[in-house]
């Protein structure tokens, strides 16, 4: 069962193009890691859009969400 729901995906595009809200954080200075918004989108977008058309993501989208955890591991993030 596929849910059309809206999605306001303006700010999303602006943040993917504009490159100003992904810059470094400011939290941290002495680290030079990115947002965690700002990395691993292609396996972002992926895995979203897979957990959105499946009723059931968690089964049948765990490749995609393993390969997204897997990339923000590579950043330092720990999910």
């Excluded at 306001?8 to 470094?24: F, Y």
């Excluded at 049948?60 to 591991?73: D, S, V, W």
């Amino acid at each position: 069962m596929a849910l059309d729901l809206p999605v306001d995906t303006t700010n999303v595009q602006s943040a993917m193009t504009d490159g100003s809200s992904c810059s470094k954080s400011t939290t941290e200075p002495s680290q030079e890691r990115p947002k965690p918004c700002c990395v691993c989108i292609e396996e972002k977008v992926a895995r979203d859009e897979c957990m959105l058309v499946n009723a059931d993501g968690r089964t049948q989208c765990a490749e995609l969400i393993q390969n997204y955890k897997a990339c923000m591991r590579g950043y330092g993030f720990n999910v």
